[in-house]
């Protein structure tokens, strides 16, 4: 049985940091790209970053040079660091995984129907 666990969301003041983690089990991690969404209250799922079984990353156009994804193989975890957060990074965060079958180490999924699995998501507010 495959399972996600998000942890280390919270309450920040703006401009401060957050360090989200992803706990899989049930899976082969290092066959498996990983992303983190967020989805805040009345507007659509957005993909803040992803990584490729290969380390190759993607990161979303409101989160560059503020965001990075990384993942620990060893513990089976996938981190997004939050730098300098905007009361607009509030949001429930989700981390998700996708295999990257056939060996496709350069996999970087984009798409909400490409990650097979889904944690149930931590929750990152963000004071002004």
């Known amino acids: 049985q495959v399972q996600l666990v998000e942890s280390g969301g919270g309450l920040v003041q703006a401009g401060g940091s957050l360090r989200l983690s992803c706990a899989a089990s049930g899976l082969t991690f290092g066959s498996y790209a990983m992303g983190w969404y967020r989805q805040a209250p009345g507007k659509e799922r957005e993909l803040v970053a992803a990584?490729?079984?290969?380390?190759?990353?993607y990161y979303g156009d409101s989160v560059k040079g503020r965001f990075t994804i990384s993942t620990n193989n060893a513990k089976n975890t996938v981190y997004l660091q939050m730098d300098s957060l905007k009361p607009e990074d509030a949001a429930v965060y989700h981390c998700a995984a996708a295999a990257a079958t056939y060996g496709r180490s350069w996999y970087l999924p984009q798409r909400p129907g490409e990650y097979k699995y889904w944690g149930p998501g931590t929750q990152v507010t963000v004071s002004s």
């Open positions: 990584i490729s079984s290969g380390g190759s990353t």
